[in-house]
């Protein structure tokens, strides 16, 4: 078992590596902090080629507001596991960072107990995960049954309809295993068309399949326009500050419980109006 020290560049030391009987536990000052994308390219800087079963990155839930990776991160050959040390999982991880954990089979825990779990499940076969108590399996259509190595369904199994919530989990599954199949480079766009309309018809967002808000037709028309582009599953970047100068137009029309309160705040001041109008009587006529 080899083990990779990181360092972050504002304390003035170098990542070290060293093997796992001769870490020094007691000479180890944890901080945290540290972007993931850095963390593993630090380990792919160090490295030489060693064979590796896994790769436990132990890290917390920082680091994702400390922008991209300064490099490029490769997909190792091992799956990567990033363990957010009790349970503190960050907010997101950058592209590279995401292509090299989803790419590599690997995932994202909160122990290295459920690390290895899964890490053991995964090596029984082909695009096998335990997750929360769940295990799957994704296999062929044409697969009769799953093979001695992955096991059997259990009688007691239930099928879901394609329309159940609990099929989108499972459209989630296919996708990653899809990814890690490809060692997150899918380039054809058969495959990546068909999973697209797969992350479409459960509602849920991957890599090649993003939310958006669509405010008018024009918004409408460019997407469907754009959607036919042999380009059209690749990233775009933009960075901050750098909004093009002649955006999409919003146009600024009230909601309809917005127009309710235009229209109430205009009877009350109609009303308001009227009632001091009444109480204003001239002076010669009080007596």
């Known amino acids: 078992v080899d083990v990779y020290l990181t360092a972050s560049p504002i304390r003035g030391e170098a990542p070290s590596r060293t093997t796992l009987d001769a870490l020094d536990v007691s000479n180890i000052h944890y901080f945290g902090g540290q ?7 630090q380990f792919s800087d160090l490295t030489t080629g060693e064979p590796y079963d896994a790769i436990f990155v132990l890290t917390d839930g920082s680091g994702y507001e400390l922008g991209e990776p300064d490099g490029t991160i490769p997909v190792p050959d091992a799956p990567v596991w990033m363990v957010h040390l009790n349970g503190r999982f960050p907010i997101g991880y950058d592209d590279q960072t995401l292509a090299a954990i989803q790419g590599s089979g690997g995932g994202a825990v909160d122990s290295l107990d459920e690390a290895m779990t899964r890490l ?10 335990i997750v929360d108590g769940y295990r799957w399996s994704v296999v062929e259509r044409e697969t009769p049954a799953l093979s001695e190595a992955e096991g059997s369904i259990s009688p007691s199994a239930i099928l879901h309809n394609a329309d159940d919530p609990f099929a989108a989990f499972a459209a989630r599954r296919v996708i990653l295993a899809e990814m890690a199949a490809n060692r ?15 992350a479409i018809e459960n509602s849920i967002v991957t890599p090649y399949s993003s939310m958006i808000v669509l405010v008018n037709e024009r918004q409408e028309q460019l997407l469907r326009e754009q959607s036919q582009q042999d380009d059209r599953f ?3 970047f933009e960075e901050l500050g750098e909004t093009t100068l002649d955006p999409v137009p919003i146009t600024g029309v009230p909601e309809p419980e917005e127009w309710l309160l235009i229209g109430l705040s205009i009877i009350m001041l109609i009303w308001y109006l009227r009632q001091n109008r009444t109480n204003l009587v001239p002076s010669h006529l009080v007596r």
């Open 35 to 41: 972007n993931p994308s850095q963390l593993l390219r």
């Open 120 to 129: 053991s499940a995964a090596q029984e076969g082909t695009a096998i995960d």
């Open 184 to 198: 997150g480079s899918l380039d054809n766009l058969d495959t990546l068309d068909a999973l697209h309309a797969l």
């Open 234 to 236: 690749d990233r775009e």
